[in-house]
């Protein structure tokens, strides 16, 4: 769907127009945002700067011909840094130096900054201290309502019933069933996805 | 990323060297002398610049001491031909943009190990080039191809400017330019810089063709200087332009370095071997003390990983 691997079959159609997705680049020209699961290994760039890591996916809007505008990027990181309460003395800190919670705000962070239509979010939490983990939640409430699609992949029952509107359950690679808010159970999330009858 | 630490211990070690040559050997000081060596070391510089970035991005080029050698050869048999030198400088350094556009398709798009492509084409380019020679030296170069034309009083001061404007505008570019913060990720983080959106084979391809690019120029500059172009130029030069970027601090991993460094890691090896002679030890110990001194930057690194990865892991 990022456009990391070529997809199998089925089509991405985006606010009702079908849309070609080959790259990570293409997908945020889309307006497609995601935030790996492994941010230590996909997420964070951690010998670069806070700020450099939160501009990585917009460089566009902070630079005029390729030109970085460091005070623009300097700008842009900081407001997310309060927006999402990053704990950190100065947005030129690398990256490197943040705890885990605090690593994933800015992973976050990277991906608001492209302002996406749709936000995915691949096990969000994970790894992360609990206070950092509700706070995470209650960005990803607050951007839902402002109208961003939000895909969170979790394997942690608990957050997948606390936070969907709508749960598709996947068993080895294809969609065993889909379940709405109130239909969502531990009980049924766990049938479908070991396969047994509902 | 972390500041100018490396850079300091690098220009302390440059300053501890100028010291005791003032006392014992003033006469390295000569104007003579230091032009000599800065034209000397001219390659390494302009080639080290492009290996930074090489470097940077996480991969590594082996090939550039054969392309030096075939972008020489192929300066001198366009000026042969009848060409101007400019015309004949700029094939040459096509034909470096060429080789080093080979070297980064493979790697970047083929997605071969750098190690494995560049010394593919260190040994097919350095032996393509002795079968296409038969190993004869090009000689009988026009008159105007000598210091480019220009006097020999000039030709120092304006390849000065040269690598000077070079070095100034990739560090500045590394610095400031999106494609430079590119450079940075994709050597750092590479899955994270692709699914930040940044096409890390497109950065890691242009690296290796500027690389390719500059050792198309360091070759032009170099051979004007003399009246023929030996067919086996730059042997070993790969090492000396790897140590001195190494030296400078730029990590080996790739992601984290400056030019700064580059530039004082080529001073630093470049001025180590002739204060040697003018110290009066023997000059057989010049590659050992290179050895140590590159050895000594590669356990700093080591040591201040290791710290930098507690200090992360703690936090």
Redesign the interface.
């Known amino acids: 769907m990022?456009g990391?691997t070529p997809p199998d079959a089925g089509e991405i159609v985006l606010s009702g127009e079908p849309a070609q997705i080959g790259?990570?680049?293409d997908?945020?020209a889309h307006g497609i945002g995601?935030v790996?699961e492994d941010r230590r290994?996909?997420?964070?760039?951690?010998?670069?700067?806070i700020a450099?890591n939160i501009s990585?996916?917009s460089?566009?809007r902070v630079?005029r011909h390729?030109?970085?505008d460091?005070a623009e990027e300097d700008a842009l990181a900081q407001q997310y840094v309060d927006r999402l309460r990053v704990k950190t003395p100065s947005v030129s800190a690398?990256a490197?130096?943040?705890?885990g919670g605090n690593q994933q705000k800015v992973a976050l962070a990277?991906w608001l900054a492209t302002d996406p239509k749709v936000l995915i979010l691949d096990e969000p939490t994970q790894g992360v201290d609990v206070g950092s983990k509700s706070e995470i939640h209650s960005i990803m409430m607050d951007l839902a309502a402002s109208g961003m699609a939000i895909v969170m992949i979790s394997s942690e029952l608990p957050e997948v019933l606390g936070m969907s509107d709508r749960v598709m359950v996947m068993k080895s690679g294809t969609i065993a069933g889909e379940l709405s808010r109130a239909e969502a159970t531990q009980e049924k999330i766990l049938n479908l996805a070991l396969g047994h009858a509902v | 990323?972390?500041r100018y630490g490396r850079e300091l211990s690098v220009a302390a070690s440059i300053l501890l060297l100028a010291l005791v040559l003032a006392f014992l050997a003033p006469g390295y000081f000569s104007g003579e002398n230091l032009a000599d060596l800065f034209l000397a070391n001219m390659p390494v510089l302009l080639i080290a610049l492009g290996m930074t970035m090489v470097i940077l991005t996480g991969q590594i080029d082996i090939s550039v001491g054969s392309m030096f050698a075939v972008c020489g050869i192929v300066a001198g048999a366009l000026a042969k031909l009848g060409l101007p030198i400019l015309a004949a400088g700029a094939g040459a350094i096509v034909a470096g943009i060429a080789m080093g556009a080979v070297n980064g398709a493979l790697v970047a798009y083929v997605r071969m190990p750098s190690i494995v492509v560049t010394l593919a084409t260190m040994v097919a380019l350095r032996d393509g080039l002795r079968w296409a020679t038969q190993g004869a030296w090009v000689s009988d170069l026009p008159p105007d191809f000598q210091w480019l034309g220009l006097s020999q009083e000039v030709y120092p001061i304006l390849i000065a400017c040269t690598a000077i404007a070079f070095a100034a505008a990739i560090a500045w570019g590394l610095r400031?330019?999106?494609?430079g913060?590119?450079v940075?990720?994709t050597g750092?983080?590479a899955?994270?810089?692709?699914?930040?959106?940044?096409?890390t084979s497109f950065y890691t391809f242009t690296v290796f063709a500027i690389t390719g690019a500059l050792a198309g120029l360091a070759a032009v500059l170099n051979s004007v200087r003399f009246n023929q172009i030996p067919s086996n130029a730059g042997l070993g030069l790969e090492m000396k332009v790897i140590a001195a970027v190494v030296v400078g601090g730029t990590a080996i991993t790739g992601?984290?370095g400056s030019i700064a460094g580059t530039v004082l890691g080529v001073i630093l090896l470049g001025a180590i071997g002739p204060a040697l002679t003018f110290l009066g030890v023997s000059a057989y110990w010049e590659r050992a003390l290179q050895g140590a001194i590159i050895l000594a930057a590669v356990v700093a690194e080591a040591i201040r990983e290791r710290a930098?990865k507690q200090?992360?892991s703690r936090?």
């Open positions: 990022f990391l790259s990570p680049a997908a945020i995601y790996p290994q996909h997420g964070v760039v951690l010998e670069l700067p450099a990585l996916s460089l566009d630079s390729g030109l970085i460091g690398a490197g130096t943040l705890s990277r | 990323m972390r400031n330019l999106a494609g913060r590119a940075y990720a750092s983080n899955s994270a810089a692709l699914l930040a959106g940044i096409d992601g984290s930098e200090v992360v936090a």
